[in-house]
């Protein structure tokens, strides 16, 4: 069936420090991916996607590459900061079926 | 991108009663919406699909005479949590968007605390 798998948290880093979010995915049909970040308190934003293998999708300093090879779709992030703290979620959708959330990764981004 | 509220974002309630919160899509029709739940530190659990002039669909182990969806306009959906008991506390999250739509656009969320 269709699932995503995430790195388990909780991720600790200093400003400015080098991140990776992995995220992977069941190969079943061609999904879109996105990666979800949700704040204290808050819903959830939508950060960024990719429709197509190969794609990149980017913002906000964050970017991820959708890896059909590999069924992978990792967030980076070349220096993170303190407001960048937060649950990070990554997500599948086929086109006419449910969204399908992986469990989230929360990071904490330390002065 | 698209914006969806909900209304309102938190509620505290007593045991018994029955809790109704608003789900808008502000600038954009939307023939569906999803509600979901979240446990403190967890992932979101899709409620229930809901679906503009028609019923909503409901995941398996959900409720439906629990939680109540009404799907009146292209443009808001309501879910009832009636006879609210402290278990039922949680956050609830609307969405509208995915199924034929490439994006789902997330409202900001409804804190439930039942006393």
């Known amino acids: 069936g269709n699932s995503v798998t995430q790195m388990e948290g909780p991720v600790t880093l200093s400003e400015e420090a080098f991140l990776t979010i992995n995220c992977t995915y069941t190969a079943t049909g061609y999904p879109s991916l996105f990666w979800y970040v949700q704040y204290p308190g808050e819903g959830l934003q939508l950060l960024l996607k990719a429709t197509k293998a190969d794609d990149k999708g980017s913002n906000k300093g964050f970017e991820a590459t959708y890896r059909k090879e590999t069924t992978s779709f990792h967030l980076e992030k070349g220096s993170v900061q303190v407001s960048d703290s937060a649950v990070y979620f990554c997500?599948?959708?086929?086109?006419?079926?449910?969204?399908?959330f992986g469990p989230g990764t929360r990071l904490s981004v330390l002065p | 991108g698209a914006v969806v509220s909900q209304h309102p974002s938190w509620v505290i309630c007593k045991s018994g009663t029955s809790v109704k919160i608003e789900c808008r899509s502000l600038?954009?029709?939307?023939?569906?919406m999803f509600w979901y739940r979240q446990f403190p530190k967890q992932s979101l659990m899709l409620m229930a699909t809901s679906n503009e002039g028609s019923k909503a669909t409901y995941e398996q182990g959900v409720e439906k005479d629990k939680f109540l969806i009404n799907h009146a306009s292209l443009t808001l959906s309501t879910l009832t949590v009636t006879s609210a008991h402290p278990e039922d506390s949680s956050f609830y999250i609307c969405?509208?968007?995915?199924?034929?739509?490439?994006?789902?656009?997330f409202g900001p969320g409804t804190r439930l605390t039942v006393l």
């Open positions: 600038d954009f029709q939307a023939t569906t």
């Open positions: 969405s509208a968007g995915g199924g034929q739509h490439d994006t789902q656009y």
């Open positions: 997500a599948r959708h086929n086109y006419g079926q449910n969204f399908v």
